[in-house]
């Protein structure tokens, strides 16, 4: 993804990299529908002008976003995962296993949730 190709190259811990690209790469794949973007320098997926998740980095962990709401609704799922999270964001160690299932759940959740939305974030 093209889009992206300057935030994986900033990426400098090569398996770092390549996990974030994995990750990008699965979610494009799932979702063609949505459009993907770099905005406040983190990738991101939206949907119809709305936001539906956003990747991050930092040195311990690889960190999704997809708002409050949605880490709400998945919470049980994150606790079973045994990721670490706020209300803003799950922190994925580098060496934990990506729970694709639960970042479905918050994309799907998301995108049907969000169908409507005429704005960026939930109000």
């Excluded at 090569?14 to 990008?24: A, D």
């Excluded at 539906?52 to 040195?59: E, G, R």
């Excluded at 960190?63 to 964001?89: F, M, N, R």
């Amino acid at each position: 993804m093209k889009v992206f190709s300057s935030f994986i190259a900033g990426i400098d811990d090569p398996l770092h990299r390549e996990r974030v690209e994995k990750v990008l790469n699965w979610i494009n794949s799932k979702y063609p529908n949505l459009k993907a973007e770099i905005k406040w320098n983190q990738p991101m997926f939206t949907d119809h002008g709305t936001f539906i998740i956003a990747l991050s980095i930092s040195k311990k962990h690889l960190a999704v976003s997809p708002e409050t709401e949605t880490i709400t609704y998945v919470e049980d799922d994150i606790v079973k995962a045994g990721y670490d999270y706020t209300k803003g964001l799950v922190r994925i160690p580098w060496n934990a296993p990506i729970e694709y299932s639960l970042l479905k759940k918050m994309i799907e959740f998301n995108i049907l949730d969000k169908a409507e939305c005429s704005t960026f974030w939930r109000k």
